[in-house]
């Protein structure tokens, strides 16, 4: 999040014959030189992308080849509202059945996974509190 590269590659840069999974990330407001102010992919390799979060990346979200393994969004504008999970523009019950299919640990212990809301790297009744804190029609 809100990272720089001079060159390519602002979030994420893959190298040579490089194909990472990537399955409910967020790539929000990174900016690139060149290009792939999101992501850079080498031509030689292709990251998997399912469930994952591009918004407001410069001058481009992805460079490069990828596979879209589905319920991607590809955004100019970030929304702030991160505790919308279901992204309906609203935050509400589904929201909290969604945190909570998501409770526990984040993978790696690292911060930022799916229902994360306060990227502390767990989803826990913090993140179920930041739900209720924003309850209703995203601004």
Same mark, same amino acid.
């Given at each position: 999040m809100e990272n720089y590269a001079g060159n390519v590659g602002g979030g994420v840069r893959c190298f040579s014959n490089s194909d990472p999974i990537l399955t409910n990330c967020s790539f929000r407001n990174n900016t690139a030189h060149d290009?792939?102010?999101?992501?850079?992919?080498?031509?030689?390799? $292709?990251?998997?992308?399912? !469930? $994952?979060?591009?918004? !407001?990346?410069?001058? $481009?979200?992805?460079? !490069?080849?990828? $596979?879209?393994?589905?319920?991607n969004t590809l955004s100019d504008e970030c929304r702030n509202c991160v505790a919308d999970l279901t992204n309906d523009g609203e935050v509400g019950l589904e929201d909290i059945i969604e945190a909570l299919a998501a409770w526990g640990d984040c993978p790696g212990g690292e911060p930022g996974c799916y229902g994360d809301i306060n990227l502390d790297g767990n989803v826990d009744i913090s993140d179920l509190l930041s739900v209720l804190d924003v309850w209703g029609p995203c601004p």
């Open positions: 290009s792939g102010g999101g992501m850079a992919n080498n031509p030689d390799g $292709t990251p998997f992308i399912s !469930g $994952t979060d591009f918004c !407001g990346n410069a001058p $481009t979200h992805i460079d !490069g080849p990828w $596979t879209d393994g589905g319920d």
